[in-house]
DNA sequence: GCTGAGCGA
């Protein structure tokens, strides 16, 4: 599952979320997103955990949680949206 | 060196 943190502290680096997210199950893969010119971080990641079970009880204890001394925002990153 | 809504190279 496809997790979008948002909020996060400037120097939130992707190892510090992962290390984050690996408390509540597995993560596959964890990144913030960087600024291509600046290789300043935008404030928002995203982390990508293969069980759902594990990813929405991150969600649910990391969202609107206190991280690296800022209340982030958790949530499921892109619906599923069926094209139509 | 900084700020603070939002969906990535």
Redesign the pocket.
Same mark, same amino acid.
């Given at each position: 599952m $496809?997790i979008?943190v948002? /909020?996060? $502290?400037?120097r939130t680096t992707s190892e510090e979320l992962q290390k984050h997210f690996e408390q509540f199950g597995e993560v596959s893969?964890a /990144?913030v997103?960087?600024d +291509?010119e600046t290789q +300043?971080? /935008?404030?928002?990641g995203?982390v990508?955990m293969p069980d759902d079970e594990a990813a929405n009880s991150a969600i649910s204890q990391l969202n609107e949680s206190e991280f690296d001394g +800022?209340t982030i925002?958790v /949530?499921?990153? +892109?619906?599923k949206s069926e094209s139509y």
């Open positions: $496809n979008f948002a /909020k996060l $502290n400037y893969s /990144k997103i960087f +291509r +300043r971080s /935008k404030g928002y995203f990508e +800022r925002v /949530k499921e990153a +892109r619906p």
